[in-house]
């Protein structure tokens, strides 16, 4: 499976944009990159799954290169209620979930 | 998605009894996983409980200190054995939807067990 690597913590102000990058350099041809955010005392919450290129949604972008090397996970115009910790994960999309790994995540805090 | 119910939302337990925790989805999915969260850390995954088969254990969890029940596609049960301090952690179940990856998965609230 997929090592990932993330920043442990990041800060930014509220209105910016933030983008966390997740390093995932023996990606296979097979694997998917998801990203998940966890408030505390709750269980993680699905924002965003690609394969390539760029993928939208109404919470973020996912952004991945032609190598599949890496991905930037971009939160528009982030206000307080972002500040979670961001999980990337790297993982094929079928069979099962046999040693999935949350890795440490990315502690996002944003101040007004 | 899906809607993912958990009982209790916590407890505190006395080493040497046994917990059973409840998972309880909104609709029939085939794929459930429990996790273990201990404060300030990541997840870690104990367990795939897909129905009509036997739960498949991650390395360091075994059958005999978490046994796992899977009786129908809405329901599934977690059983913390023989408690030690050790225990004490938050248990989540999810969920992968059909028609999604295995790496999209819903999350319950958790079930925060505290072991004295």
């Known amino acids: 499976l997929a090592k990932t690597t993330q920043p442990i913590s990041m800060d930014s102000y509220e209105g910016q944009e933030v983008n966390i990058t997740c390093s995932h350099n023996?990606?296979?041809?097979?694997?998917?990159i998801t990203w998940y955010q966890q408030f505390p005392s709750q269980g993680p919450r699905f924002i965003i799954q690609g394969y390539k290129t760029k993928v939208t949604n109404e919470v973020a972008s996912l952004f991945i290169p032609a190598d599949r090397k890496s991905s930037t996970l971009s939160l528009p115009r982030v206000s307080l209620s972002d500040t979670a910790v961001y999980y990337c994960l790297v993982g094929p999309s079928g069979g099962g979930a046999d040693g999935l790994t949350f890795g440490k995540g990315t502690h996002l805090i944003i101040q007004p | 998605s899906a809607v993912i119910s958990q009982k209790p939302s916590r407890d505190i337990c006395q080493r040497g009894t046994s917990l059973t925790i409840q998972c309880q989805v909104d609709?029939?999915?085939?794929?459930m996983f429990w996790y273990r969260q201990q404060p300030g850390q990541s997840l870690t995954l104990i367990a795939t409980a897909n129905q009509g088969s036997e739960a498949t254990y991650e390395s360091g969890f075994v059958i005999d200190k978490f046994p796992i029940s899977r009786p129908n596609l809405t329901f599934s049960t977690l059983t913390v054995s023989n408690m030690s301090p050790e225990d004490s952690s938050i248990y989540l179940c999810s969920v992968a939807p059909t028609g999604t990856t295995v790496y999209e998965q819903y999350f319950g609230p958790g079930t925060r067990l505290t072991v004295t």
């Open positions: 609709s029939q999915v085939t794929m």
């Open positions: 023996n990606i296979a041809t097979n694997d998917y």
